[in-house]
């Protein structure tokens, strides 16, 4: 018995204990480049995906919350003067995209939100960018804030007329969830002309 004990914890001459050990208890040398290949990376990309939707969420409850107000307080109601003549506070329901375009595709809209969105959440898989994350966050967060109003507003389902009510003089009315599609595509456009990608990695053409 005490021969077959001392055989049996003796390593032998192949190594195949050495080799257990890296998995195991002497995993010591696999250790750091299986961080640094994948537990970073994978780590800082779960970072960026929580600023993306924190982004949204802000931009989102902004957007949902500015148009409960306009809804209950400012429809059907005198426009609210903020700079004089040059911004004011006006309800518009709005069955076109923002800034009141194309008012006859409303059905064409909603699908190109959603649209949007799913492009959004496969881009996000490989996103390491801080910046691109708080540019997709806007985006995000707008897109979900009018398609709520497609989605649950008058006249219909897939129908709904946004809610504006921003009005700037000389300009077309638009809200919250407009305003931060056009800073998240604006903040694309320089970070596209910069060569960062949502990867953060950096081209040169």
């Known amino acids: 018995m005490a021969e077959a004990e001392r055989i049996i914890d003796t390593p032998d001459s192949e190594g195949e204990r050495p080799e257990a050990g890296p998995a195991g208890e002497h995993g010591a040398a696999a250790g750091p480049g299986a961080e640094a290949g994948g537990t970073a990376p994978r780590g800082r990309g779960r970072r960026r ?14 957007d949902l919350g500015t ?6 307080k400012l429809e059907h109601h005198q426009a609210i003067p ?43 898989r490989k996103l390491y960018s801080l910046p691109w994350a708080i540019a997709l966050g806007l985006l995000l967060g707008g897109a979900l804030g009018n398609l709520t109003d497609r989605l649950f507003r008058s006249p219909g389902f897939l129908r709904g007329e946004v809610v504006d009510f921003i009005a ?23 970070l596209s002309f910069r060569g960062l990608d949502p990867d953060g990695t950096v081209h040169k053409d």
């Open 49 to 62: 995906i929580a600023v993306l939707l924190a982004v949204a969420a802000i931009a989102y409850l902004l």
């Open 67 to 72: 148009k409960m107000l306009v809804v209950a």
């Open 82 to 124: 903020v700079f004089g003549e040059w911004l004011r506070f006006e309800a518009v329901r709005n069955p076109g995209a923002a800034f009141g375009i194309g008012e006859a595709l409303t059905v064409v809209f909603t699908v190109i939100a959603a649209a949007v969105i799913v492009v959004i959440a496969r881009i996000a």
């Open 168 to 190: 700037p003089k000389g300009f077309a009315v638009f809200n919250l969830a407009d305003t931060a599609i056009v800073c998240g595509g604006v903040l694309i456009v320089l």
